[in-house]
């Protein structure tokens, strides 16, 4: 097993840069996930891996070892398509065994690999079905099942999930997690859903127009989005921006004043945006908050919660409140509750988060 | 409909009555848009532009296929222009009494079989590899380039495919005895011996169509989902490898349909070429049912014996198809119909 570590890595197709100098470790064992828009470089990084695209400009190594002229097939690193690239005329096993056998893997050997991971997938009664009598679910699981019997150093993830339903995504999230804890291998998931960024990675690297815009854990990029765009991509719904400008004790929002609890250093007078977590506000009052009056337009229900979409400061904004169980007394909101620590302060120009120190 | 629970039930002569009742009230209801006849007259004035660009295929079928089949009879028939079809006396199976008991017809049969047989062999595999060498060409206008020179001689009409074959085979100032005649050998007047006749025949066959036959075969590899070979990569498969793993079981049911194709026009050995290439020297080897039906039939006026022969060779090409279609059936779940 092995880390996999990319420096200064350029894609070109001819005169078009695609890939603007990509840098990221991922450590040993780690799970990385990498997320942004459609169109942002985020399949075309993960083939620079793969050794499915040529790397423009930029150094490759796994483990340890540059990879940039290494065939695909000597980088020991097994891949899961979006449309799984079952083989429709082999069945199950021979699809897993696919790989194996190129290999010249002996017989008896593949038959144990192929049954041990069928076994974990739970397609042991599968294993003679063609992939087209498969459901959506089970071929995702044969197309994992093909990348873990090559026991290879690093896995590579192109959105495998994205052709399944909701339903069956999350569940298929959770035995993705399940298997690389029990697996360990180093892995790249490339995804444009959030959630799925969210509940998988042990680090998220946040791309957009073939830039890394911030690498960290979860709770990192959730609690300090280092730049606007980074804070409306994670998050659901996203957080709340509105333009604003900084005064001696706060900020100044259309006509409120909002409490930051925070020292303002001589930046007074800033303009800045302010985020805001739709769950975040509250209902009530409460330590440091500021009240901010809103005009509901819209209550949207979603069991233990709803989402109250409104207008505030000539800005649409969306936040999230607890329902228990009831939305009548939602209905009447004129005015939600911020609490001061948790607003988030970027600068107006350049979009990245302020830290206000000095 | 009615429910018999109620009211009169019970009563088999009010059953019938009933039941005349209903059927009266529905053939009342047929001319309301509920039935089929009303359905299909709805269907046809919202698709009838569909039924007019059909009417040109059906019409060509009727006119060309079909109505020949009426004079097909003339197969049973003593048959005399004089008399016309209709009235031609019935024969039953003279004809093909006299077909089966002809040496030459029996020659032109095996004939046909043989000819046929190597065309399979030979010119039905082309395709599919020339197809095969295509898709590993990368440098795409190298590819473009050798693709249109491969699919030229589909587009020159037989007579001067024919006289292209027999001036390179000519004895004297052919290329091919040149070449010979680099090695020592002597010239061969290839077109008079029937020995040559067959190789030639099929050669020139290959010559001209296996580039444009390649194409289907191209376009099924096209359609071969690309991230297979993607994944095969990261497996690493080298190309032999993906050729034989992947595309050509991709493309194998393209395959077993352009064979059953094949198949069934077995005893349709082209005509023409035949007709331009042989000569009375190489009968022996080169007349098929087609061209003794061309001469016995068309040359010699005996129209009813060469329906009786054509009617045998639509005949086997019938049953070879069948066979062939249930085969591929049966074996691999692939068929035309
Ligand atoms: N063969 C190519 N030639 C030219 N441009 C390409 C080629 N392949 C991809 N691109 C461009 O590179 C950019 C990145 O593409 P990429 O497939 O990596 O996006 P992505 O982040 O995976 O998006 P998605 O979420 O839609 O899959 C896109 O703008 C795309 O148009
Ligand atoms: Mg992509």
């Known amino acids: ?358 | 409909m009615v429910d018999r629970n109620t009211g009169i039930g019970g009563n088999p002569v009010e059953e019938v009555v009933i039941e005349a009742g209903e059927a009266l009230r529905d053939r009342a209801k047929s001319y309301t848009p509920d039935t089929n006849w009303a359905r299909m007259v709805d269907h046809f004035k919202r698709e009838w532009q569909l039924y007019v660009m059909l009417a040109p295929t059906i019409i060509w079928f009727i006119v060309f296929l079909y109505k020949p089949m009426y004079g097909l009879q003339i197969a049973f028939k003593d048959y005399s222009i004089f008399r016309g079809v209709a009235n031609s006396p019935w024969v039953g199976l003279e004809h093909f009494q006299v077909l089966f008991s002809n040496e030459q017809f029996i020659r032109a049969v095996w004939n046909t079989i043989k000819i046929s047989a190597l065309n399979l062999l030979f010119g039905f595999p082309a395709p599919i590899i020339l197809a095969l060498m295509f898709n590993e060409i990368l440098h795409a206008t190298y590819k473009k380039t050798a693709q249109t020179i491969v699919y030229l001689p589909h587009f020159i009409s037989s007579v001067i495919i024919a006289g292209i074959v027999i001036t390179a085979f000519a004895p004297t100032g052919g290329i091919v005895n040149i070449i010979l005649g680099w090695f020592g050998m002597d010239s061969i007047y290839f077109l008079t011996r029937p020995e040559w006749f067959r190789p030639i025949f099929v050669g020139t066959g290959i010559w001209q169509e296996a580039g444009f036959g390649s194409i289907v075969f191209l376009a099924a590899i096209a359609g071969v989902n690309p991230s297979l070979y993607e994944s095969a990569v990261v497996d690493g498969a080298n190309r032999w490898q993906m050729m034989w793993k992947i595309t050509i079981p991709s493309i194998l049911p393209t395959i077993l349909i352009m064979l059953i194709i094949r198949i069934g026009n077995i005893m349709e050995v082209s005509f023409e070429l035949v007709i331009l290439l042989y000569q009375p020297a190489t009968y022996e080897t080169a007349d098929v049912v087609n061209t003794w039906i061309y001469r016995q039939g068309l040359q010699s006026g005996q129209y009813d014996l060469a329906a009786a022969a054509g009617l045998f060779n639509a005949l086997v090409a019938f049953v070879l198809v069948m066979t062939a279609n249930s085969l591929s059936r049966r074996f691999s779940q692939t068929s035309l119909w």
């Not at chain 1, 499915?52 to 690193?77: F, H, Q, T, W, Y």
């Not at chain 1, 606007?228 to 006509?255: C, D, H, I, W, Y």
């Not at chain 1, 506000?281 to 901010?292: I, R, S, W, Y």
């Open chain 1, 1 to 358: 097993m092995a880390g996999v570590n990319l420096s200064g890595i350029i894609k070109r197709y001819g005169a078009a840069q695609v890939v603007h100098g990509i840098d990221l470790n991922v450590a040993e064992k780690e799970f990385v996930v990498l997320v942004g828009p459609s169109g942002c470089g985020k399949s075309t990084t993960l083939r620079m891996i793969a050794g499915l695209e040529e790397i423009s400009e930029g150094d490759l190594e796994i483990d340890g070892r540059r990879m940039n002229r290494v065939a695909p097939k000597d980088r020991d690193v097994a891949m899961v398509f979006q449309n799984y690239a079952l083989y429709p005329h082999l069945n199950v096993a021979d699809n897993m065994a696919f790989g194996l056998r190129i290999r010249r893997m002996p017989k008896d050997e593949i038959a144990t690999t192929i049954a041990e991971t069928a076994e974990i997938l739970g397609l042991t009664e599968y294993l003679q079905r063609r992939p087209a009598d498969l459901s959506g679910g089970q071929r995702q699981r044969v197309a994992m099942g093909r990348a873990i019997v090559r026991h290879p150093k690093v896995f590579l993830f192109d959105e495998p999930l994205s052709n399944l339903d909701a339903k069956l995504r999350t569940q298929m999230r959770a035995e993705i997690k399940r298997l690389h804890n029990r697996l360990g291998v180093t892995s790249v998931y490339v995804t444009h859903d959030q959630v799925e960024a969210m509940t998988l990675a042990d680090r998220i690297v946040v791309m957009n127009d073939g830039r890394i815009e911030q690498v960290g854990t979860p709770m990192e990029l959730f609690n300090n989005p280092a730049n606007t765009f980074v804070a409306g991509f994670l998050g659901s719904p996203p957080m709340n921006q509105m333009k604003a400008q900084l005064t001696e004790t706060g900020a100044r929002v259309g006509g409120s004043e909002i409490n930051l609890a925070r020292p303002i250093n001589g930046h007074a007078g800033r303009d800045v945006i302010i985020g805001i977590r739709p769950e975040h506000v509250t209902l009530q009052p409460g330590d440091q908050t500021t009240a901010l009056p809103i005009s509901l337009d819209l209550v949207e229900p979603l069991g233990s919660e709803a989402l109250l979409h409104a207008r505030f400061a000539e800005t649409e904004v969306v936040f999230k409140a607890e329902t228990h169980g009831n939305i009548a007394h939602l209905q009447g909101v004129s005015e939600v509750h911020v609490p001061a620590p948790l607003v988030q302060i970027f600068d107006a120009e350049t979009g990245r988060a302020l830290s206000l120190e000095h």
